[in-house]
């Protein structure tokens, strides 16, 4: 079992950054990839970013790239989603998850690859 837990979420002004993190504990040795997804009300789960955790490579969904950036520390076994240029249309829950399986490159984005997930941490971008 991996146990998530994310922090850093909160209230930002449009324009305005956020770095949200995830903290992982349990049999993280096991650990494949990490990644984030996001769900805003009554929309449903997005893919955000991911991240293999042996080598680093990392996904990004294509109205993420350039805004934000998915990294990790192997020492705290931790992952982090450092968020920028915030718009309000990234209001969302943001969620943390992670895979012990192997993921292929074409289904870092889906969440059905993630065994793991975090309980989800608020972000809101006012306007």
């Known amino acids: 079992q991996v146990q998530l837990a994310e922090s850093g979420g909160g209230l930002v002004q449009a324009g305005g950054s956020l770095r949200l993190s995830c903290a992982a504990s349990g049999r993280t040795l096991a650990t494949f990839a990490m990644g984030w997804f996001r769900q805003a009300p009554g929309k449903e789960r997005e893919f955000v970013a991911a991240?293999?955790?042996?080598?680093?490579?990392?996904y990004y969904a294509d109205s993420m790239k350039g805004r934000f950036t998915i990294s990790r520390v192997f020492t705290k076994n931790a992952v982090y989603l450092q968020m920028n240029s915030l718009k309000p249309e990234d209001t969302a829950v943001y969620y943390c998850?992670?895979?012990?399986?192997?993921?292929?490159?074409?289904?870092?984005?889906?969440?059905?690859?993630?065994?793991?997930w975090g309980q989800g941490t608020q972000v809101t971008v006012s306007s």
């Open positions: 998850a992670a895979s012990i399986h192997v993921i292929t490159a074409q289904a870092m984005g889906s969440a059905y690859a993630y065994d793991y």
């Open positions: 991240i293999r955790w042996s080598d680093g490579d990392t």
